[in-house]
């Protein structure tokens, strides 16, 4: 038999031992821990992939949820469009065929204007040509001062730069074959702008009343391309706010109309 004193002289502790029985104590509290966070972790694992799937799924039934719950929408023919905005200034020159344009009901019961056909030639207008390396295209207009043409429009170079700058910009937005509108005049004088656009490519519709510049606009025609010729439709009418007829007073620059 072993005594007490003889046993830890050994190094052999007794099981007894408060301290040993402290440490076998603790060592099986720590491993059950262990075990327990071990189990908390999976479990919390489980759920998350749960509820991912579950995320996945509900993604998955969304768009045809509201596939089904889409209503259809029956055709109403008797619909009215939108009203379109007015235009904008980038469109004042080229009228864009989207636009809606509101007329007088006065006007819509006028008779339709008509341009002007055959005219009889005045051997006192003659072409003016248009100065090739201050605006291009060069073009032709008629005048009764042709020697003056030039000096008019050089002073509006910056005028014409602009135009060609829009009309080109239209063309290339809208590539080959695109429609890219008409053009108005209005108190075309004798045809600086009605003839260039028309050189563009487009389609002008002139509109003016005093009589001397009229004859001169119209005989642009023969003094351009037909192609161009057949571009420009002129009319011996003027455009404005009220319909009615109106007298012209003044000289060349200084003209007014009264009622």
Do not use: W
Request: a neutral charge; hydrophobic letters at 35%.
């Amino acid at each position: 038999m072993v005594s007490l004193s003889s046993a830890k002289k050994r190094g052999v502790a007794s099981i007894g031992n408060p301290s040993t029985i402290l440490g076998i104590t603790l060592l099986a509290f720590t491993l059950l821990l262990l075990l327990f966070a071990t189990d908390t972790f999976q479990s919390h694992r489980e759920e998350a992939a749960i509820a991912h799937e579950a995320a996945l799924l509900r993604k998955q039934e969304l768009p045809q949820q509201q596939q089904r719950q889409q209503p259809r929408l029956q055709p109403n023919n008797n619909a009215q469009p939108p009203p379109r905005p007015p235009p904008s200034s980038s469109q004042t020159t080229i009228i864009d065929p989207s636009t809606h344009y509101q007329v007088d009901e006065t006007c819509t019961a006028l008779p339709p204007l008509r341009e002007s056909g055959t005219f009889f030639l005045d051997t006192r207008i003659r072409p003016g040509i248009s100065t090739p390396d201050v605006i291009s295209p060069s073009f032709r207009v008629g005048s009764y001062y042709p020697d003056k043409v030039q000096y008019h429009m050089a002073g509006d170079a910056a005028n014409f730069y602009l135009i060609k700058r829009l009309v080109y910009d239209r063309k290339q937005l809208l590539g080959d074959g695109g429609d890219i509108g008409i053009s108005i005049d209005i108190g075309a004088n004798q045809g600086f702008y009605t003839y260039y656009l028309a050189t563009l490519g487009l389609p002008v519709h002139s509109f003016e009343i005093y009589e001397p510049n009229y004859k001169a606009l119209l005989h642009g025609k023969e003094f351009n391309p037909r192609e161009v010729s057949e571009r420009v439709h002129v009319y011996a009418v003027g455009i404005g706010e009220r319909n009615g007829r109106f007298d012209m007073k003044g000289g060349n620059y200084d003209g007014f109309l009264t009622e």
